[in-house]
């Protein structure tokens, strides 16, 4: 909900969900997903950077963390 309006008991404004999956070979069972929830606060166009950027900052976490495992 990037706002200024829409916010919702349980879910101000600022607030997102970003999920990042990796589908492994079939039958492996590597495959996962993960999904995290932010607050941020601002302007719509702050909260809409600030999305972003902790988007970003969640797969390039991942991507690191897979690359550390498959070598």
């Known amino acids: 909900i990037a706002g200024p309006e ?3 008991p349980g879910k101000p404004v600022g607030t ?3 999920g990042v999956a990796f589908a492994a070979p079939w039958g492996s069972g590597d ?3 993960r999904v995290e929830r ?3 606060d601002g ?3 702050q909260v809409k950077e600030r999305i972003a950027r902790g988007a970003l900052a ?3 976490e991942e991507i690191e963390t897979e690359s550390v495992t498959t070598g």
């Open 6 to 8: 829409g916010g919702l």
């Open 16 to 18: 997102v969900f970003v």
């Open 31 to 33: 495959s996962y997903a």
């Open 38 to 40: 932010f607050e941020y």
């Open 43 to 45: 302007s719509r166009t």
């Open 58 to 60: 969640l797969l390039r």
